[in-house]
Nanobody, 116 residues
Framework: QVQLVESGGGLVQPGGSLRLSCAAS????????MDWYRQGPGNQRDLVAT???????IYADSVKGRFTISRDNAKNTVYLQMTSLKLEDTAVYYC??????????WGQGTQVTVSS
């Protein structure tokens, strides 16, 4: 059974940092392109960052320079380091494993709340 499990969310003040993790079981993440998405209240699910199976990184304009996506294939885990957090970063964050343009697996999400 394939599982993607996100963790690391929580409550943080503006300007703070969090590191999200997406740990996989049942698949080798090294074979997949990995995405982080987020969905704020009343909003659609938006792509935040991608790391390809080859290690290339792509970011949404809204998070460039603040977020860093990485992967540790030995730990079968993908990370999203978030710094200089803003109120508008508040959302549920999801990881997604993709082959080509086809989404294969989703995690259950982890809540990030940025509030003073």
């Amino acid at each position: 059974q394939v599982q993607l499990v996100e963790s690391g969310g929580g409550l943080v003040q503006p300007g703070g940092s969090l590191r999200l993790s997406c740990a996989a079981s049942g698949i080798a993440l090294s074979m997949y392109h990995m995405d982080w998405y987020r969905q704020g209240p009343g909003n659609q699910r938006d792509l935040v960052a991608t790391i390809t199976s080859g290690g290339n990184r792509i970011y949404a304009d809204s998070v460039k320079g603040r977020f860093t996506i990485s992967r540790d294939n030995a730990k079968n885990t993908v990370y999203l380091q978030m710094t200089s957090l803003k109120l508008e970063d508040t959302a549920v964050y999801y990881c997604n494993a993709r082959i080509g343009a086809t989404s294969k697996y989703w995690g259950q999400g982890t809540q990030v709340t940025v509030s003073s």
